[in-house]
């Protein structure tokens, strides 16, 4: 059991859809993280929150809109997303973004979405 | 640009034996160094983190930094088929904040 919690643990939705995509972390954390994983890749940086503040958006198409609510919580919008988009969808946490960089970074079990 | 390279493998080691990965990076400020085994379906799990020059271990596993070559290793010792899984190599910068750049992973078989 992970510490990051992502929900839901898989996602099937057609290209006019709109869904979106949850994390919660009870550690503290103050920044959160959005990453894409294609299968047999490493992980790929989408978005960076720090205090709830977005921080770095990797030039990710407009269809994944990123929202911090709280501290805890960090969402993912999507909407009319392509069968490119497939792939699994990993939150994580670290305790700090700026300042200190030997911070591990903790990730949720992801969501694997599917687009038809 | 930052680059991180890792042998993609598989590497395979008999049960007991030591496996030995390997990960070289391009940036010379990086600073913080990681390594995250993650199974297949499964998210990354941090398992060593390593900041200083020389050998850190925890368990059977040591993590190696040499900054001056911009080398990083992980060493498993005594391997069991539980260790076959993908290892990714992380590699932080002091002044950027938290700009993880991953390898893409060696993919690591224990065999019985």
């Known amino acids: 059991d992970t510490e990051v919690t992502q929900t839901p643990k898989h996602l099937v939705m057609g290209m006019t859809n709109k869904k979106s995509l949850k994390c919660e972390q009870h550690?503290?954390?103050?920044?959160m993280y959005w990453y894409k994983q294609k299968a047999k890749k490493p992980p790929e940086l989408m978005f960076v929150?720090?205090?709830?503040?977005?921080?770095i958006n990797e030039s990710v198409p407009s269809r994944f809109s990123p929202e911090c609510p709280n501290s805890s919580l960090l969402n993912l919008h999507l909407h009319a997303l392509q069968p490119e988009d497939s792939a699994l969808y990993l939150c994580a946490s670290s305790s700090s973004w700026a300042g200190t960089s030997n911070q591990p970074q903790h990730f949720g079990d992801g969501t694997r979405l599917s687009i038809l | 640009q930052k680059e991180v390279e890792q042998n993609s493998g598989p590497l395979s080691v008999p049960e007991g034996a030591i496996a030995s990965l390997n990960c070289t990076y391009s940036d010379r400020v990086s600073q913080s160094f990681f390594w995250y085994r993650q199974y297949s379906g499964k998210s990354p799990e941090l398992i060593m983190s390593i900041y200083s020059n020389g050998d850190k271990e925890d368990g059977r596993f040591t993590a190696q930094l040499n900054k001056a070559s911009q080398y990083v290793s992980l060493l498993i010792r005594d391997s069991q088929p539980s260790d076959s899984a993908t290892y990714l190599c992380a590699v932080n910068e002091e002044n950027y904040g938290q700009n993880f750049v991953f390898g893409p992973g060696t993919r690591l078989s224990v065999l019985p």
């Open positions: 929150y720090s205090y709830e503040k977005l921080s």
């Open positions: 550690m503290g954390h103050r920044a």
